[in-house]
């Protein structure tokens, strides 16, 4: 038995089960928007309709997203383009490559790794990309956000609660794509 939770300005958000919907109310974080008719919570003195829809009263400040360190972020970073010879590559044709090799000491992070097609990424082997008479197409940074755009949807089934139609146009599931502009 799933709450959909709303933000202040009635946008959806996230979708909880029944039990941190009661933990809300009691909190005084959210109010009530809509009940299940036919469903209740008993304690020994009090009976509760389960919350259908919930909203938050006031504003959310969420933390700033970064964007987490991973193959298909590195893959949006670098817009599916070896960084040594500018060729694009498929998601299963690419490699990552440390610039300063591993063995050497080099760290898996943004700044250290890169695209590569798997010609590129033999070639250069365990030397860095100046003793490999190789050159980077970009210098490797950390992105502060990722080209394209991330669609998050929401898809509604025949199992949800007919209120939830008005707040939500496709119920939510990660797509995990990135279009490119």
């Excluded at 709450?3 to 979708?15: D, F, K, N």
């Excluded at 909203?55 to 590195?74: A, D, G, I, N, Y």
């Excluded at 690419?94 to 798997?118: L, M, Q």
């Amino acid at each position: 038995m799933d709450t959909l939770v709303l933000s202040h300005a009635y946008e959806p958000i996230a979708c909880v089960g029944w039990e941190r919907a009661i933990c809300l109310i009691w909190a005084g974080k959210v109010e009530v928007v809509e009940e299940y008719e036919d469903r209740k919570v008993r304690s020994v003195t009090l009976e509760f309709r389960v919350p259908s829809i919930i909203r938050f009263l006031r504003s959310l400040r969420r933390p700033r997203p970064t964007v987490k360190f991973s193959r298909e972020h590195l893959l949006a970073r670098d817009r599916s383009a070896c960084q040594y010879c500018g060729r694009r590559v498929t998601r299963s044709e690419a490699t990552y490559d440390h610039v300063v090799p591993r063995s050497r000491g080099g760290p898996t992070r943004w700044e250290n790794v890169v695209i590569a097609c798997v010609p590129c990424n033999q070639r250069k082997g365990g030397r860095t990309p100046e003793e490999a008479g190789m050159r980077l197409r970009s210098v490797p940074a950390r992105p502060s956000s990722l080209p394209g755009t991330l669609r998050i949807t929401f898809l509604l089934d025949d199992a949800a609660p007919p209120g939830w139609k008005r707040f939500v146009r496709d119920f939510q599931y990660w797509q995990g794509e990135l279009d490119e502009e």
